[in-house]
């Protein structure tokens, strides 16, 4: 290299080593800006709280207050840092960590040191003179050099309001929940009072889940003695038809085992027998373990009535208790709703001020605010008792309600219920729309088997139905299921028609399966009543005869979301008065529940109620689908009356 060269390459090695000084307090800024943020960014997160829906994570939520200012602060602070592009911030890498090296390489080109340098020494350093000047040129090009004392300069942390901290220059939830949708701020003081109704609410299901349990094991015991009688009744060979290999029955024959329960209860003695293998062991305890799995998952819990046995006795009173300490119908989604609203609230500190809530997925604000809502509306209807309340005579109690019991037996997954033969000759499209819908219980306190819940989602799909139960499967709850579910949809008043010695069944059931009001616009008090359902909303409760005044008292029959109608055969006649009190309400609200123990007793136009004399126009008559014993009957609505079936006896179950 020639002195011009060496003279030019020291002077682009001291142009370069200035630039690196340059580059370097820009790199230390940002770095300590960068773990400024980091740190805050960890002190948010391990704030957040991970609340969950249905078993997913559906929401974080972050309290925020004063205090979190400075980390706030933080956070914007990285992000106003001036942007560098992708090769600006690469020369300015290059500086900071090639030129160094470099330079070092470069001076065995120079000075006493290139007299004393091999020739792999002196292609080294030839090599890293280039990519010096190339640097210097890049630098040069990029007019980085101006820039670079500017982009070492700190104004300070900038301040963040706590109610600004989902400004989009803040970033807040990329940091807490990068894959988040929708965002907001949600005030504290929207809190008050959750707590001691978080408090109550998991009390009430921590007890709920006690006496349920209680009951889940009376039930065991019970399934368990049935099983062991099956077992007891089943002989030895049945363990060969099991496991259809060959199996030395003689062999237990001899010792005295005569019956699979013998069998499975000296399980461990098998090898002890004469004639009987460890092999042929092997096989006799699984076709045994088989047979005894197979029998008590499919041996429903019975409650013999006639016998009385104490066990079952035992089972009703537990049943008993826990119906009388229900909360809820859907116990284990409260309480993992009660529990998660409990995690929001021992996550916030005194001074806090603000939820940021971050929602996952498709999730929403709205549908975290209905969840805190309705851990409120079911602490208000949790019910603590001191002491559990066990009826004097259980047996007394299962026979008057039976069908609830069994709902709670089913409700326990004790009872064995499948869909498919609730469904009857429904058609399929009908019955995809049943199956398609849920049904909102927020506002029931009933459990449901499963005809009763396939029975309230028919009558929802179809609006206009009869529903023909024999005595004693629930006609009643089914119906409830149905009004609470519209109530949990919007609607607000419902009317039921009896005749007027159900007037007073129908005021007690109400309020004690669903949470809806009562109004009896029946006897004295009717008129007090009415507007009280004309103001508030609920249930109202009127019979035939007294359904005359209240339509001169102008029902608003316009506000009515459904009309049930008890014992629906009174109004068969389409001459009676009656009848045609009843059809001009029915002609005048969305949807229709007749309820009836005898649906077709003489010919299909007992489900098409009509006035007698020419039909006017705009009144006619939508066809009535109609449930049977522990399902429907058809679920078609054709206008006018559906003539393809032939009529059947009283209590028909098709």
């Known amino acids: ?82 942007t560098l592009g992708f090769r600006e911030s690469e020369l300015i890498q290059q500086l900071h960590h090639r030129v160094g090296p470099l330079l070092a390489e470069v001076r065995n080109l120079s000075g006493w040191r290139r007299f004393f340098a091999g020739r792999r020494t002196r292609d080294k350093a030839h090599a890293a003179a280039r990519e010096l000047t190339q640097i210097h040129d890049a630098v040069r090009d990029a007019d980085l050099v101006g820039r670079l004392p500017g982009l070492a300069e700190d104004a300070g942390a900038p301040s963040v309001l706590v ?42 299901l921590h007890t709920e889940m006690e006496f349920r349990d209680a009951a889940r094991s009376a039930c065991e015991d019970i399934r368990l003695a049935e ?12 363990i060969r038809d099991a496991s259809r290999e060959r199996i030395p029955i003689g062999p237990l024959r001899v010792g005295g085992v005569t019956t699979v329960l013998d069998v499975h209860q000296r399980l461990h003695e098998l090898e002890e027998f004469p004639g009987i293998g460890e092999m042929s062991a092997t096989r006799i305890r699984a076709a045994a373990t088989t047979l005894w799995n197979t029998t008590y998952d499919t041996t429903p819990v019975h409650v013999d009535a006639v016998a009385r046995p104490a066990h079952a006795t035992a089972l009703l ?81 299962f026979l008057a309600r039976p069908a609830h019991y069994y709902a709670l037996l089913s409700e326990l997954g004790f009872l064995s219920e499948h869909g498919g033969r609730f469904e009857g000759d429904v058609p399929s499209d009908v019955v995809d729309a049943i199956r398609a819908l849920d049904l909102n219980t927020m506002y029931l306190e009933a459990s449901l088997r499963g005809y009763q819940d396939f029975a309230a989602r028919f009558a929802l799909v179809q609006e206009r139905v009869v529903i023909g139960d024999e005595m004693g499967l629930g006609k009643t709850v089914e119906a409830l299921a149905v009004l609470a579910h519209l109530r949990a949809q919007g609607q607000t008043h419902f009317l039921v028609i009896s005749p007027a010695a159900v007037v007073t069944n129908w005021v007690r059931e109400v ?71 009843t059809a001009d309400i029915l002609d005048r609200v969305p949807r229709v529940l007749l309820m009836t123990g005898t649906p077709l007793a003489n010919r299909i136009d007992e489900f098409c109620p009509r006035r007698r004399g020419p039909r006017r126009r705009g009144t006619g008559r939508r066809a009535l689908g109609s449930t049977r014993r522990r399902g429907p009957a058809h679920g078609t609505r054709p206008r006018g009356c559906p003539r393809r079936r032939a009529s059947r006896r009283p209590g028909w179950r098709g």
């Not at 099983?227 to 049945?238: D, G, Q, S, Y």
């Not at 809806?516 to 005869?545: N, P």
């Open 1 to 82: 290299m020639d002195p011009e060269a060496r003279q030019q390459l020291r002077r682009v090695a001291a142009r370069v080593e200035a630039m690196a000084e340059l580059a370097e307090p820009v790199l230390a800024h940002r770095a300590a800006v960068a773990a400024e943020a980091d740190a805050a960014a960890q002190r948010l997160r391990e704030a957040a709280v991970e609340v969950r829906s249905d078993g997913e994570h559906a929401w974080t939520v972050l309290p925020l207050g004063p205090d979190d200012e400075p980390d706030l602060g933080a956070l914007l602070r990285q992000r106003l840092l001036p």
């Open 227 to 238: 099983a062991r009688e099956v077992l007891a009744a089943m002989p030895v060979e049945a």
């Open 163 to 204: 109610g600004d901290a989902l400004d989009p220059r803040v970033g807040l939830g990329a940091h807490v929940e990068p894959h988040h949708g929708q965002q907001r701020l949600l005030p504290v003081s929207e809190l008050a009072g959750a707590e001691s109704a978080v408090a109550v609410l998991l009390i009430a």
């Open 511 to 581: 309020p004690l399966h669903t949470r809806l009001e009562v109004h009896r616009l029946h006897g004295e008090g009717r008129r007090a009543a009415l507007e009280a359902w004309r103001r508030d909303g609920g249930v109202a409760v009127t019979s035939f005869g007294t359904l005359r005044w209240a339509v001169h008292q102008e029902l608003p029959v316009e506000q009515v979301g459904c009309v049930v109608v008890d014992e629906a055969h009174y109004i068969k006649n389409p001459a009676a008065k009656r009848s045609r009190r």
């Open 317 to 397: 009173a537990r049943l008993a208790v826990w119906d009388g300490v229900r909360t809820s119908t859907d116990p284990a989604a409260d309480l993992a709703r009660a529990e998660a609203a409990d995690r929001v609230l021992r996550a916030l500190d005194p001074g806090d001020e603000w939820l940021a809530v971050f929602c996952v997925g498709e999730r929403t604000v709205d549908e975290f605010e209905a969840e805190l809502a309705a851990v409120a509306e079911r602490a208000a209807a949790a019910r603590v008792p001191s002491v559990a309340q066990v009826p004097q005579d259980p047996w007394m109690d």
